[in-house]
């Protein structure tokens, strides 16, 4: 097995570039045998994909992960190195560093860890100026050791410029970027590749339907259809787009190329991503715990692996159909607006 690609963040932490997601467990795709997902993360680690990315707000996800990190410790044989990139997303309120504290404190104590890799911060309002007091006192928790990488989630470029100003030493920012959403690449890359930034993404893969499984297959509406939280954000997304019909003749380029590199269309659809600049790294959603999700493990190695290379015919390809799409920087915004409206 070769290794894994890694990317090291500005404070040091060295992620997978393929990072595994827990939305996934917080109950919004489908219940969640915890026993069953702390046991199927193990196949992740022996695949090599030892970063998970989770929520205060994921519902179980940060126990999960604590479950799993004891267990291996308490194995007794050599334990490989886990990195748990973890949100904080509180209600918009005061933001003393008491406040701050006692969210961290929460999320260290259900992770079972002494200190917190990274903590990506979310906030709803930004008419609630609040988040940069929050960030201050993320900032000192960090230099005490609290926190390795201070990170954002869902800003946008002019937030993030406030923030940087402010002296405040951000790790990366974590949107939603895929062949379909590309407003990262927009105005958010140049500042995070003038900044030392990261793009952490989401959405890349469209909760599944940017894979073979959707290509020619009539467009999925109902709730049964649209049977995880992910597919129904990100089937609104194809919508916005352009629509399930140019989504089609998405799938079908990209099935094309897929078949060039013998590799399948989530790969691809990861892979185009991860070479966008400034992207540190993918999240791929795992459903941990659900009959077959790690079937999905093969596909994340080898959209990372430096063989998978897309080639200028490829992206040629691709432009020609995403070039007839609507402009989602238009419609909605810079990255996260879509949290605010
Ligand atoms: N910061 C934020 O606001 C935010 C928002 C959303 C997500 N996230 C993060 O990003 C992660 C990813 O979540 P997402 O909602 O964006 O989902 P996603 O990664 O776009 O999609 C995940 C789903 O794609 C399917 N899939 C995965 N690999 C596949 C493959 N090789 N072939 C075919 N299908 C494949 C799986 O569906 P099946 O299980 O049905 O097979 C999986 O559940 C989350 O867990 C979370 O960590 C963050």
Redesign the pocket.
């Known amino acids: 097995m070769s290794a894994v690609p890694k990317v090291t963040l500005s404070g040091g932490l060295e992620v997978c570039r393929v ?8 109950g919004a ?1 489908g219940a969640v045998d915890r026993t069953r997902a702390v046991e199927a993360m193990q196949e992740y680690v022996d695949a090599g994909l030892t970063t ?4 205060d707000i ?1 519902g179980p ?1 940060e126990e999960i992960f604590g479950q799993f990190n004891s267990k291996l410790k308490s194995g007794g044989n050599a334990v490989p190195a886990l990195q748990s ?1 973890t ?1 904080y ?1 509180p209600r918009p309120g005061p933001m003393e560093r008491k406040v701050v504290e006692k969210a961290l404190q929460r999320s260290m104590s259900r992770m079972q860890v002494d200190t917190l890799d990274c903590v ?1 911060f ?1 906030w709803w309002d930004y008419k609630d100026k609040r988040y940069l007091e929050a960030l201050g006192h993320l900032s000192d928790l960090q230099q005490e050791g609290v926190i390795r990488e201070l990170a954002l ?2 800003f946008d470029t002019q937030r993030m410029e406030e923030i940087t100003n402010k002296g405040i030493r951000i790790s990366s920012n ?3 970027y ?1 062949l379909i959403d590309q407003r990262p690449a927009a105005r958010m890359q140049q500042f995070c590749l003038d900044n030392n930034i990261q793009l ?14 959707y290509l020619g297959k009539a467009e999925p509406n109902s709730r049964a259809e649209l ?5 129904s ?2 089937k609104n997304v194809i919508d916005a787009w352009g629509g399930w019909s140019l989504f089609q003749d998405l799938l079908v380029t990209l099935e094309t190329i897929a078949k060039r590199h013998d590799c ?4 691809v659809a ?1 892979r185009y991503v991860l070479d966008r600049p400034a992207v540190g790294g ?6 941990l715990g ?1 009959a ?2 790690g ?6 190695l080898r ?1 990372c692996s430096a063989d998978l290379k897309l080639t200028e015919e490829d992206l040629a390809a691709i432009e020609a159909v995403t070039r007839r799409s609507r402009d989602l920087m238009e419609l909605i915004g810079d990255c ?1 607006d879509e ?1 605010r409206s």
């Open positions: 990072l595994n997601g827990m939305w996934q467990v917080s795709h998970f990315d989770m929520a994921y996800a990139l949100k997303v990506q979310h989630t869902n974590q949107v939603q895929s952490l993404t989401y959405g890349t893969l469209a909760g599944g339907l940017l894979s073979e499984r049977y995880t939280a992910s597919l954000k990100y399948s269309v989530a790969s990861t993918v999240i791929v959603g795992c459903r659900v077959g999700a079937q999905h493990i093969s596909d994340s959209s996260g949290y």
